[in-house]
């Protein structure tokens, strides 16, 4: 069973469209990612500087343009729900990734399958 040329082509585009988004929504997605993993290394190395002060130390916070003298427990709290927002939001990507590689395998696919097809 053939397809009309106008049809094929109009398959064959949706098809590379689909694609081509994937592929540039999974660039994004591995940049971020390598983001967020260099924002949890900042955390663990300041959370583990922190833990090593003695505990009359004062620490200070930038809020603005300004430093704020910041009780050390407030300081270990916030950095810790900071890296588990980060892992909440590595998991989304990776769900994310994961869905994007399988779109662009099957987009993939599709296209290689409509020129066999078509050939």
Aim: aromatic letters at 4%; hydrophobic letters at 35%; proline letters at 3%.
């Amino acid at each position: 069973m053939s397809m009309p040329n106008e049809a094929l082509q109009k398959v064959l585009q949706e098809i590379s469209q689909k694609k081509n988004f994937a592929e540039q929504q999974l660039i994004i997605v591995r940049q971020q990612k390598a983001a967020r993993t260099r924002e949890g290394r900042m955390l663990q190395l300041t959370s583990s500087e922190v833990s090593s002060l003695p505990a009359d130390t004062k620490v200070y916070e930038g809020v603005g343009k300004m430093f704020v003298c910041t009780p050390i427990p407030e300081v270990q709290e916030r950095l810790q729900g900071e890296g588990e927002a980060l892992k909440k939001e590595m998991s989304n990507l990776d769900k994310k990734e994961d869905y994007l590689e399988k779109t662009y395998t099957n987009s993939k696919n599709s296209l290689e399958h409509v020129l066999k097809g078509a050939a």
